[in-house]
């Protein structure tokens, strides 16, 4: 092999991955024309923006007007030390005001978004848009065990709610579920993704917590992925992505990066389609 070729590849696949930094700010026009584009296809950025408005609407079109039949993307939002909640379960508002409102921007331009089971058992979040103009997805929850309790609140909620489960596991009447096929004992991320688009889902958010989003990002199929972070240190207290680990650097996956800055939090936006390592 020649050693220098494979420098000069190595160095290549690394600037293509090496992040580029950008002030981002989404006002009401970058918003509007982010809604329009999310409706109807076709639409672009106007002109009069400002370059920040620019970089917003490069930060979140790829969301609103994906052209495959199915686009799945992750966000999670984590500390400075990569932390997503206290050792003690605390995990309101690690995200700042701008990473909030930007988790609400990635529900209001998704179909649906999912979420394990622990995170509705330790937080009982609403998943719903408040903080920006938009709709509120559907949600689906993964639970493979029945864990959820039969009156778990988002049962109730306004909108639609399914459980994700394994075949021999049910669910009262009145909760919509759908059975799953398994793989190497868990529930196949590409045969969720598929059951949602049965569903008549085309945009889904993978929310969180890190067990879920790692199981995506395993099975490889997440096309696009955001880690907001906060300036904040929380020193011990569950991780903010667990994928499976790789033995030398040279293994690790290194997705096109770019970088936002949002008022209060940092945004890596990884396009999943464009990595090397
Ligand atoms: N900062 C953020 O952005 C953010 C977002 C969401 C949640 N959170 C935090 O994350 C924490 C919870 O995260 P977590 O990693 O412990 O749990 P989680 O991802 O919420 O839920 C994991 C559980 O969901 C089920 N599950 C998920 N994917 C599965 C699959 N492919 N196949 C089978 N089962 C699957 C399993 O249930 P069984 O155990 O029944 O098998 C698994 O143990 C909470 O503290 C929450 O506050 C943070």
């Given amino acids: 092999m020649n050693t220098a070729i494979a420098f000069q590849d190595n160095d290549e696949a690394r600037a293509r991955a090496e992040p580029r930094f ?27 923006w400002s370059t920040e408005e620019h970089a917003a609407w490069e930060l979140y079109a790829p969301l609103a007007g994906p052209v495959a039949p199915l686009f799945v993307f ?92 394994r075949s021999d596991t049910g669910r009262p009447s009145g909760v919509e579920s759908v059975a799953v096929p398994s793989r190497a004992g868990r529930l196949d991320p590409q045969a ?39 300036p904040l240190l929380i020193g011990a207290g569950p991780a903010g992505l667990k994928t499976s680990p790789v033995q030398t650097l040279t293994e690790a996956r290194r997705p096109e990066t770019r970088v936002y800055g949002l008022g209060t939090d940092i945004i890596f936006d990884c396009d999943l389609n464009r990595a090397t390592c």
């Fill in 74 to 165: 992750a966000q999670i939002g984590q500390s400075l030390d990569g932390r997503i909640a206290t050792e003690s379960g605390d995990a309101q508002n690690i995200s700042g005001r701008d990473g909030l409102k930007h988790l609400h921007r990635c529900r209001a331009l998704a179909d649906v978004v999912v979420v394990g089971v622990n995170t509705v058992l330790a937080d009982d979040p609403r998943l719903t848009v408040r903080l920006v103009e938009g709709e509120s997805p559907a949600r689906a929850i993964i639970d493979p065990h029945g864990r959820l309790p039969d009156d778990c609140p988002l049962f109730a909620a306004d909108g639609r709610t399914i459980v994700l489960r």
């Fill in 192 to 230: 969720i993704i598929e059951a949602l688009g049965k569903c008549g889902f085309r945009t889904i958010l993978i929310e969180g917590g890190a067990t879920t989003i790692g199981h995506f990002l395993d099975a490889g199929v997440l096309d696009r992925l955001h880690v907001s972070i906060a």
């Fill in 22 to 48: 950008q002030g981002a700010h989404v006002s009401d026009s970058v918003w509007r024309q982010l809604l329009l584009l999310r409706q109807s296809k076709g639409k672009r950025p106007l002109t009069g």
